[in-house]
């Protein structure tokens, strides 16, 4: 991308959209984390086994609300 050649309005919104995808990338590896350590409790496998892929999938499921309930708040407190 050629910098040069933006506009401020151009260079706002590309630093807009690069500091939205750096704390969507923040917020999978903290799901990542959190998640794999609650609900793999053992060497694995090369698959899950089904308690892990449905701790797994709740876990991420749970993690998304929360952080949505959250953003929400803070929104409305601004």
């Given at each position: 991308?050629?910098?040069?050649?933006l506009?401020?309005?151009?260079?706002?919104?590309?630093?807009?959209?690069e500091?939205?995808?750096?704390?969507?990338?923040?917020?999978?590896?903290?799901?990542?984390?959190?998640?794999w350590?609650k609900?793999?409790t053992?060497?694995?496998?090369?698959?899950?086994s089904s308690?892990?892929?449905t701790?797994?999938?709740?876990?991420?499921?749970r993690?998304?609300?929360?952080?949505?309930?959250?953003?929400?708040?803070f929104?409305?407190l601004?």
């Amino acid at each position: 991308m050629d910098f040069s050649k933006l506009d401020s309005s151009d260079m706002q919104q590309f630093y807009s959209q690069e500091q939205q995808l750096a704390m969507v990338n923040e917020m999978v590896s903290k799901l990542t984390d959190a998640c794999w350590d609650k609900c793999i409790t053992g060497t694995p496998g090369n698959k899950f086994s089904s308690s892990e892929s449905t701790c797994l999938s709740n876990c991420a499921h749970r993690y998304i609300e929360m952080s949505l309930l959250i953003m929400k708040k803070f929104q409305s407190l601004q």
